[in-house]
């Protein structure tokens, strides 16, 4: 585990940051030499960028496997030995020159192709999205109209439970309404008889209002 973390902290520092800076320094300066030495030793790191990715993975357990990442780094970078340039110089420039036609019409097809798979992707997730807000809009707009509903459903229940608290009269039933008819037709004929009784025994008391009222001004004369 402690080789692991000082050969990464080796490899991030000697073998990225100083590169970087000594690229910078010869890109500045417009030294062609230093500017190919580093070229070359920027592509030779990569290859063993992509194979310690997989050795990492299988291989890792092996004694002084760690130790072993960190002298070859150190041989790549060191200016004495030249490892980067004798790599590149012997193995993988010869082999991009078999290879540069292949690879070169790998990268076509690969552009081609992931130029329409990015369009088609994007026509495909353009619809999505576009899907996705109609959906959203659709559903948003039941749900306004549902609370709407819910609302409206609510204030007619508050309204009918007022009307229901407010006292009603009770509705006079048809039998009531003849007893009380019969009851006032019974009193008119009873006072109808007994007036007209009195008017056959020539009963003072129940002279007519005009009599009274003709005599009364009489006497004021």
């Known amino acids: 585990m402690v080789s692991a973390i000082i050969s990464r902290v080796v490899i991030l520092v000697f073998g990225t940051l100083y590169p970087a800076y000594a690229s910078y320094k010869a890109v500045k300066n417009k030294n062609v030499r230093e500017y190919v030495k580093w070229m ?3 592509i030779v790191f990569a290859l063993f960028t992509c194979v310690e990715t997989f050795a990492d993975v299988f291989i890792s357990w092996l004694p002084f496997y760690y130790e072993i990442k960190i002298l070859f780094v150190l041989w790549m970078l060191s200016p004495a030995t030249k490892g980067s340039s004798i790599l590149y110089r012997k193995f993988v420039h010869p082999q991009l020159i078999k290879r540069e036609e292949k690879i070169d019409s790998y990268i076509a097809q690969a552009s081609d192709k992931g130029y329409t798979a990015l369009l088609s992707m994007g026509s495909r997730g353009l619809s999505y999205a576009t899907e996705v807000v109609v959906k959203t809009a659709v559903k948003g707009q039941a749900v306004v109209v549902e609370q709407m509903k819910k609302s409206y459903s609510m204030n007619d229940l508050s309204v009918r439970s007022a009307n229901d608290e407010r006292p009603m009269r009770p509705l006079p039933l048809d ?33 007519s209002f005009r009599q009274q009222k003709s005599s009364q001004d009489q006497g004021k004369v």
């Open 40 to 42: 070359m030793y920027w």
């Open 175 to 207: 039998d009531d309404i003849n007893v009380e008819i019969d009851e006032i037709d019974n009193r008119a004929k009873e006072e109808r008889d007994e007036t007209n009784e009195r008017l056959q025994r020539g009963d003072p008391s129940r002279t």
